[in-house]
């Protein structure tokens, strides 16, 4: 009984999957050739670059909010518990004086840390999605601010830290093709974002959760313990994306991370995952990411003013919402 509610869950989702990568990836053709028409400046190599490590961050909180998302959840905390990782990626490695490699575990431990307590609040005690997650939002961000004493975190007495986001690999082996690692760092975590989703028990149980969370706990799947198992996967990309941004400003600042979170959603339900669960690929988190940023630079490219930019940002929003209600409907 429990291969079949998996089998019907991984059908379900992966009948219109193919189709709607297929029409975010057309949105964001469309989008590049609108701003590379509309400003010569936009198809500019330093440009795309830019577009690419703006990506990073959000891209990395977005495919981690992934996971939530496609059990029918939500996490609203991964941008103050990014800014946390990032404090406490500065604590271990300036005021402790631990390595690098041990202070970005650390950073990273704080994160799946998070990401398991919201699991556990909902899972065990019976918390809704939306409050507990809300709850660790404010606790992420008070203690933030309570570590670092409402002051940033500098960086400077380790230079090789503020590589890991913007220093280039491929530059020093290809001249002239300076991509940041962020950029990079957030491709590989895509690629091991998509192979969990898809290839393994997590995955499964991941759709299978979203799709009919009841049958799937009468199957006799834990789903308590998976849904533990999915905030804290939650909170480990969450931790890199607190090393990535502590990294490129070569600080950590605690009072940044309110509103990431959702521009991270955003990102998801723009590349095709339901927000009632049970559908959603990671290729398509990746796509909904890079149309965010596309349609940030090319407005700002054009010169368009930053509250007329987060009113065209809404309005997409909406109308990614509404798509997947159109979605929903029709396979009703």
Known sequence: ???????????????????QQLLAFGSLILLVLFFSIASSNF???????????????????????????????????????????????????TMWGLPVPVG???????????????????????????????????????????????????????????????????????PGFDIPNAVLIFFLAAIVGSILLSRTIVGRYNFAIGSNEEATRLSGVNVRAWKIVIYTITGLFTGIAGILMASRLNSAQPSLGMGYELEAIAAVVIGGTSLSGGKGTIIGTVIGALIMSVLTNG??????????????????????????????????
Not at 7 to 17: H, L
Not at 115 to 135: D, E, K, N, V
Not at 308 to 329: C, E, H, M, P, S
């Open 1 to 19: 009984m429990r291969n079949t509610v998996l089998a019907e869950a991984t059908s379900k989702f992966a009948v219109k999957s193919g189709l």
């Open 43 to 93: 198809f500019h190599f330093s440009n795309l670059v830019g577009i690419l490590l703006s990506t990073a961050v959000i891209g990395v909180l977005a495919l981690g909010s992934t996971f939530v998302i496609v059990t029918g959840g939500i996490d609203l905390s991964v941008g103050t518990v990014m800014t946390l990782c990032s404090v406490m990626t500065g604590v271990f490695i």
């Open 104 to 174: 970005i575990i650390g950073g990273l431990l704080t994160g799946a840390l998070c990401g398991m307590l919201s699991g556990l609040a909902i899972a065990r005690l019976g918390i809704p999605p939306f409050i507990a997650t809300l709850a660790m939002m404010m606790i992420a961000k008070g203690l933030a601010l309570v570590i670092s004493g409402t002051k940033p975190v500098y960086f400077t007495d380790t230079p090789v830290f503020m590589k890991i986001s913007q220093g280039s690999i491929l530059g020093a082996m290809i």
């Open 299 to 332: 407005l700002r490219i054009l010169s368009v003013p930053q509250e007329w930019q987060t009113v065209v940002v809404g309005f997409v929003i909406l109308l990614a919402v509404y798509a997947d209600i159109l979605r929903r409907r029709k396979a009703a």
